[in-house]
């Protein structure tokens, strides 16, 4: 086999596990092509079944992209343009702040709470998937993802065909597979003549720390020439709170002002690279007219924060704070059935990550069988019509659960666990710290600033509306996820988790 371009010296190719399906659904299909696909097309002809391209770029924040108002750097330029092309959520928010609770929120329309998969070492309760949907739906669905542990988890589930890029290990960092592997694994699976539309979910790394990492070219892209390359160039600049914490030789303290902005210039070289391999992707399957009848979604499972909040620089997994849980969602009808007329729609109105499953079933016209999502349908919305609107968005996160293990105490056990959730407004915010037992309310243009206090009757609506959502969240029992010492070893060298029994 043939290595794609892309790999580092001595990587191989990508391996491919195909699966027979976990709990086929009815066969729905016939009943959504006799109701209609619901995206248009002329009356003389029956509709086209859209193949459904679902993007996730991991740590992609919404305000660092020029069609969310950057303009600091041309970063972007081919997500720009399909901007232009799509309809354009400006308010858009994940479910949580890390990759696997986020990711599976965005596959079942359901928050951390209710679909079981708070934390790497839990797994996806058993509810209905997009891509199980998909399948009964008579689609051929497709996952690429550079972190092969999210197909350990549970987000494998409905997916004929997964494909695991390997990656090269190197000290204080790990090489995942890149964007240029991915699409060299993924486009001749796309472009295949086939009967079946697919639904492919394309889950792409390269905004991730260690940022960057692509090459000096893209390091270098916007950086300060005076600043070492090495600066930011391996694990131990990143995670970093005020103090040196256990486990982490580097703290803000290490760093000087210009070393920090220079780590945040390599997140743009990153987000860079990233936007001109998406570039290639859509030229390949525009070039194979593939293109125009494909419905595409992309978004983020969160973003980043860089060093705009004390608690820890240049990372996700803590923070609910918009830098974080404000990304980006771009809706492109496929132009065959009509999409250009929806081109450039910007909506004002609030999004949440569990609002995808349903809103893709509907533009796809897929029965949504036993599933009940927490998230409304958007589709309205995307064709410019009346329909429900957002009101608030929940988000929650919590790290590893120690409850009830040797030797940790329940106090112990919470303060690693540091569950906290969050109820958003269009104006403000309001922030629970579950296991540190407080409260804190911020305008959203100031998250520094705590209001909780200073303003006692706007902190008590909030605090009713959120115990109104967490009244209507059901918990789902969820089973540890026995990942292997292979997986729990490349978390830990990704930060993800402490190689030391004791971390968090």
Known sequence: ??????LPPGRR???????????PRRALYLLALALGLGLGGCQDEPPRTPHVLFITLDSVRADRLGSYGYQQRDCTPVLDALATESVLFEQSFAASSFTPPS????????YPSEHGLTYWNRKLADVPTAAELFAAAGYRTLAISPLKTLFLVGLERGFEQTFELP?????????????EAINATILPELTAPGERPFFAWLHYYDAHRVYGRQGEQWARRYTDARVPLAVGDSEDYYQLGPEPRPGKAMSQADLNPAQARFISDRYDGGLAYLDQQL???????????????????ITADHGEVLSEHAEQWFSHDPHLVDENIRVPLLLRLPPSAGGAEHAGRRVASLASGVDLLPTLLSLAGVDAGSSR???IDLAPLVRGAGGARREVVFAERQA???RGE??????????LRDMSRMLRTVTHKLVHHVDRGTFALYDVNDERTDLFGSRPEQAAALVARYQAELARLSTLQSADSGLDDEALAQLAELGYLSKAPDGQ
């Open 167 to 179: 990656f090269v290990q190197e000290q204080g960092r790990m090489l995942l597979g890149d964007a």
């Open 406 to 415: 040797d030797g940790v105490s329940d106090d112990e056990a919470l303060r």
């Open 373 to 375: 999502p927490s998230g």
């Open 400 to 402: 590893k659960d120690r």
């Open 1 to 6: 086999m043939s290595t794609p371009r892309g």
């Open 103 to 110: 990711h599976a929120s965005l596959f079942t329309g359901l």
């Open 279 to 297: 570039g290639k992707l859509f030229d390949a399957l525009e070039a194979a007219g593939v293109l125009d009848d494909t419905l595409i979604v």
């Open 13 to 23: 190719a990508a391996s491919v596990r195909t699966r027979g399906l976990s709990r």
